[in-house]
């Protein structure tokens, strides 16, 4: 079992940049496919962006490609999104969630992956 601490979500206003991050624990984080996904009372939990166990393979979601980064450092068990040129559509609640897998497959549904975060939030002002 792998536990998740997220970290890094703050209050920005819009234009602004955040870096998030995930702590793993628990369990070989390099076994793990790892994801963000972001939740708001309106959209639920939506897909962002995953990165295989290696950290060579990642896909971003469509409205975020380009602005958003996924990337992940084996060596520190550790899990990144950074987000630039951020607008208020960005605010959400963010989790990672893992995935005990090292395919090739991109997963992008929350019923894919096993264990989640707590979250960290993120408000863009306008």
């Known amino acids: 079992q792998v536990r998740l601490v997220e970290s890094g979500g703050a209050s920005v206003q819009a234009g602004g940049s955040l870096k998030l991050s995930c702590a793993a624990s628990?369990?070989?984080?390099?076994?793990?496919?790892m994801a963000w996904f972001r939740q708001t009372p309106r959209n639920g939990r939506a897909f962002v962006a995953t990165i295989n166990f290696y950290g060579d393979t990642y896909y971003v979601a469509a409205p975020n490609n380009g602005r958003f980064t996924i990337s992940r450092d084996n060596a520190k068990n550790e899990l990144y999104l950074r987000m630039n040129n951020l607008g208020p559509e960005d605010t959400a609640l963010y989790y990672c969630?893992?995935?005990?897998?090292?395919?090739?497959?991109?997963?992008?549904?929350?019923?894919?992956?096993?264990?989640w975060g707590q979250g960290t939030q993120v408000t863009v002002s306008s």
């Open positions: 969630a893992a995935k005990a897998y090292r395919g090739t497959i991109q997963y992008i549904r929350p019923d894919d992956y096993t264990y």
């Open positions: 628990g369990h070989d984080f390099r076994e793990y496919t």
